[in-house]
């Protein structure tokens, strides 16, 4: 094996734009509406959110569906710059049901739920179900995330209440189980909170408040701007 080579001084980034980016945000803000004027974005659409946009898309509407998809995006040489799933959301109530199916191919899960009265894994004792569905949520996070040089991953808005030094304070995050939203967040560049503010759709990628939000790519980090692909994507 060749001995490595330490470096004498900075090395340059490899690249400026989000590989990953999550983007979330309130029911009918624009978020697909956006993707749809994103050239050369395939937009897998898993919830029908499409149906009205002129749009470069495909409908999904099963995991059988987008492993197909994605079969087939490989084989014809990954010719999309863009891949937007839309949404991560219903990737997690999917994942619930693979999540089920793995319980059940192991000794202990094998005779679960066998007169099919639609028990979810999440039924198991002690969140042991949450493993299951973790390890087929990150199967398809990482699979879907190598299909093209930028994947959007597109999530609903968890709306909560936080306590804060004695306060109910509203907080806003994405839409998904903890552990997921964790794995989800943790495996992406920049994570874009988007809302519409005098009739303009804007973007913010400030981690500041409670809003989960920010971004590893300096051209991002803390800002709230109108949502404008060329801005995100500089290289």
Not at 130 to 142: D, G, P, V
Not at 153 to 175: A, C, P, Q, T
Request: aromatic share 8%.
């Amino acid at each position: 094996m060749k001995e490595p080579t330490l470096p004498t001084k900075a090395v340059k980034a490899a690249r400026k734009s989000p590989r990953h980016l999550i983007i979330y945000g309130p029911p009918k803000i624009g978020k697909t509406t956006a993707l749809a004027k994103l050239d050369d974005c395939l937009i897998l659409d898993l919830e029908e959110g499409s149906d009205m946009l002129d749009a470069l898309k495909i409908k999904v509407n099963s995991l059988e569906e987008l492993e197909a998809v994605g079969k087939q995006i490989i084989k014809q040489g990954k010719p999309y710059k863009y891949i937007a799933v839309d949404t991560i959301t219903k990737l997690e109530a999917w994942c619930e049901a693979e999540g089920k199916k793995m319980y059940q191919q192991t000794p202990m899960g094998k005779n679960f739920d066998l007169d099919r009265v639609g028990l979810s894994v999440l039924s198991l004792p002690n969140g042991a179900g949450y493993l299951y569905l973790r390890k087929a949520f990150e199967k398809w996070f990482n699979r879907l995330g190598g299909l093209a040089d930028h994947v959007i991953f597109v999530g609903h808005l968890k709306d909560k209440m936080i306590d804060k030094k004695g306060k109910e304070v509203r907080s806003e995050d994405l839409d998904l189980t903890g552990k997921l939203r964790s794995i989800s967040c943790a495996s992406a560049d920049a994570i874009g909170y988007i809302y519409r503010e005098d009739d303009v759709t804007k973007i913010s990628f400030d981690s500041g408040g409670d809003r989960n939000a920010g971004s590893r790519c300096e051209h991002l980090r803390g800002r709230d701007m109108e949502l404008d692909w060329k801005n995100i994507f500089i290289d």
